[in-house]
């Protein structure tokens, strides 16, 4: 795990047991029994690093800034680089219905979940929780906001595809 440096009112070891304690708990992909986390040292191999990124920082490491795009907005996962925006740690995201809490979890879990090879998912229908693979960050669409991909003791997942949601302006 990585913070930027410059991030102000986050301090590593807060985001890095959150991710941890996510990632490790019976809700997330560890629950499944397929797929095992380990944290590892800075010198040790690994497959995925998960950064906390400023805005733009974000777009850099997601690959944007070098398409000549600009996002700000969401978090990403581009090769072994899982991103989480600062500014969706800190704020959420409007009408996302649930805990702050509950969307970092979101976070942690869906980039992770691309990270294990997992692609975007649709809502399985109105006031259905919403699969953590579906991209909630930019809208839920008729979904309950959720941020587990284990619910019930069992993977909660949605028909493949995504929903042609803009990303908001930074």
């Known amino acids: 795990m990585a913070l930027e440096r410059g991030i102000t009112g986050v301090r590593v070891e807060d985001f890095a047991d959150r991710v941890t304690k996510t990632l490790a708990g019976g809700r997330s992909?560890?629950?499944?029994?397929?797929?095992?986390?380990q944290r590892v040292g800075a010198r040790d191999p690994y497959d995925f690093t998960i950064y906390l990124a400023t805005p733009r920082t974000r777009d850099e490491l997601c690959g944007d800034a070098a398409a000549g795009e600009v996002d700000e907005y969401t978090s990403c996962r581009n090769g072994p680089s899982v991103v989480?925006?600062?500014a969706r740690?800190?704020?959420?995201?409007?009408?996302?219905?649930?805990?702050?809490g509950t969307y970092r979890s979101y976070m942690i879990n869906h980039e992770t979940g691309h990270a294990l090879g997992h692609h975007h998912e649709l809502c399985p229908g109105p006031g259905r929780k919403a699969p953590v693979m579906e991209q909630q960050t930019l809208g839920l669409h008729g979904c309950v906001a959720n941020g587990w991909p284990i619910v019930r003791g069992k993977r909660l997942s949605g028909a493949p595809g995504q929903y042609n949601d803009p990303v908001p302006a930074p």
């Open 29 to 37: 992909w560890t629950a499944t029994g397929e797929v095992r986390l």
């Open 84 to 86: 989480l925006n600062v």
């Open 89 to 100: 740690w800190v704020h959420g995201v409007p009408r996302y219905g649930a805990s702050l």
